[in-house]
Structures are given as structure tokens and as C-alpha cells.
């Protein structure tokens, strides 16, 4: 079992910033795979930011909707991924959740593939 807790979200105006953390526990000896999804009001979630972790390198893939705004990293010793949202728009306006995937490989690209383990989602609200 894995246990992830989202935090830092919050109101902020166009232009601004926010750092989303996303703390996992229990059984994260196999967190290689991790992403970050969001919510809109009757939108279907969906795949902003993912990192893998293989063979001792990050890679790391973007929605085009948040390309060149949003930065995803990870703190291993610490098992927390963040999100760095930059520059944020009211589009960008919903619950953002954490999720615990897979990955797979083909034609030398990695690719994120969501799992079973979802946080509860941290509200992000950007004012215009």
C-alpha cells in the first residue's frame, strides 16, 4: 500500500506561483513512476506532468498546456515529488492530484502509465 498527501495549493493571481508537494508513505520502495493530474469542473482529470525514474535518471514529460509554466521534480531522500507551476493562468484552475504509476518503454522513450494510488488532490484557484 501507498499512501500519497497532497499540499500547496491554494488562491493566487494570474502571473503567480505555486509548488505543489505530494509526500508519499508505506510501501514506496517502487516509486519509480510518479505524476501529477488535475481536475476541472466537468473536465475529465487529466495528465499535466509525470517523472520516471530508470537507471539512475529522471525523465520527465509535460501536457502541452503547461510546457515551459510547470516543473516537476523529485526529492528521493525525502519521497516527495513536487510541481512548480509558474506563470499560472484561470485555465489552470482545478484540483490537482498526485498519482503513483508504472512505465514503460518503447523505441527508446519512456512513458507514464497512471496507477492505483491517488491523493486526495490539492485546490488550485487562479484569479483573473
Known amino acids: 500500500q501507498v499512501q500519497l498527501v497532497e499540499s500547496g495549493g491554494g488562491l493566487v493571481q494570474v502571473g503567480g506561483s505555486l509548488r505543489l508537494s505530494c509526500a508519499a508513505s508505506?510501501?514506496?520502495?517502487?516509486?519509480?513512476?510518479m505524476g501529477w493530474y488535475r481536475q476541472a469542473p466537468g473536465k475529465q482529470r487529466e495528465l499535466v506532468a509525470s517523472?520516471?525514474?530508470?537507471?539512475?535518471?529522471?525523465?520527465?514529460d509535460y501536457a502541452d498546456f503547461v510546457k515551459g509554466r510547470f516543473t516537476i521534480s523529485r526529492d528521493n531522500a525525502k519521497i516527495t515529488v513536487y510541481l512548480q507551476m509558474n506563470s499560472l493562468k484561470p485555465e489552470d484552475t482545478a484540483v490537482y492530484y498526485c498519482?503513483?504509476?508504472?512505465?514503460?518503454?518503447?523505441?527508446?522513450?519512456?512513458?507514464?502509465?497512471?496507477?492505483?494510488?491517488w491523493g486526495q488532490g490539492t485546490q488550485v484557484a487562479v484569479s483573473s
Open positions: 498519482n503513483a504509476g508504472n512505465f514503460y518503454r518503447t523505441s527508446g522513450r519512456y512513458y507514464y502509465d497512471s496507477g492505483n494510488y
Open positions: 517523472i520516471i525514474s530508470s537507471g539512475g535518471t529522471n525523465y520527465v
Open positions: 508505506g510501501s514506496t520502495s517502487r516509486l519509480n513512476a
